[in-house]
């Protein structure tokens, strides 16, 4: 099955500061690669998501790339907030064939100080 | 947007009892929707694809006659975590895809079940 992994497991930065995290999958056949924050106790929030047929997508201060070739595909924050404590989960899908099922990778603690 | 309802939020059970867990999704109908499993500073992990009207696919490692779920409706599915233990104890977070081929998933907020 498909194996999505994710570093760092912690990441510490300054306010202002950029943030990025990466992760890998391992199955070529994944065309759906979505980005979650979770803060404590709440649910997971889709802050992100890419497609396959895509390289780079931006929304403001947060962008994704995505390198097929590779398999890996990143998220970056820019001038970071305190706000954007949380923690940060990849994902991955193949679309249709696994029912659009997301597989997780472990997850990022952000940790932005003032 | 979607939203979906989950509950209860959080329930204590005591050891050997089951406890019903209800995924609803209030403005749109759901025909797949996902349990996933979250232990504490751990990711979500997934259970188990609940298809309306069908039986629910469950992940390796997953036992079925343990976590029973039941998609009756397009807007609602339960897990029953049946003869509950301590090691049960999780976060247990349900999704509802909204939308044939959109890939978007929609989260609940979540039961916190603890086992005593």
């Known amino acids: 099955g498909e194996n999505v992994e994710q570093h760092p497991s912690t990441l510490s930065v300054q306010e202002g500061d950029s943030a990025v995290i990466k992760c890998t999958y391992s199955d070529s056949a994944s065309n759906y690669f979505p980005w979650y924050k979770q803060e404590l106790g709440k649910r997971p929030q889709l802050i992100i998501d890419i497609r396959s047929n895509v390289g780079e997508k931006k929304d403001q201060r947060i962008a994704v790339t995505l390198n097929k070739t590779a398999k890996h595909f990143s998220l970056h924050i820019t001038e970071t907030q305190p706000e954007d404590s949380a923690v940060y989960f990849c994902a991955a899908s193949k679309g249709t064939n696994s029912g659009y099922a997301l597989n997780f990778g472990k997850g990022t603690s952000l940790l932005v100080t003032p | 947007g979607a939203v979906v309802s989950q509950h209860p939020s959080w329930v204590i059970c005591k050891s050997g009892t089951s406890v019903k867990i209800e995924c609803r999704s209030l403005?749109?109908?759901?025909?797949?929707m996902f349990w996933y499993r979250q232990f504490p500073k751990q990711s979500l992990m997934l259970m188990a694809t609940?298809?309306?009207?069908?039986?629910?696919?469950?992940e390796q490692g997953v036992e079925k006659d343990k976590f029973l779920i039941n998609h009756a409706s397009l807007t609602l599915s339960t897990l029953t975590v049946t003869s509950a233990h301590p090691e049960d104890s999780s976060f247990y977070i349900c999704s509802a895809l909204e939308g044939t081929g959109a890939n978007v998933l929609t989260f609940g907020a979540g039961s916190r079940l603890t086992v005593l």
């Open positions: 403005d749109f109908q759901a025909t797949t």
């Open positions: 609940s298809n309306e009207g069908s039986k629910a696919t469950y």
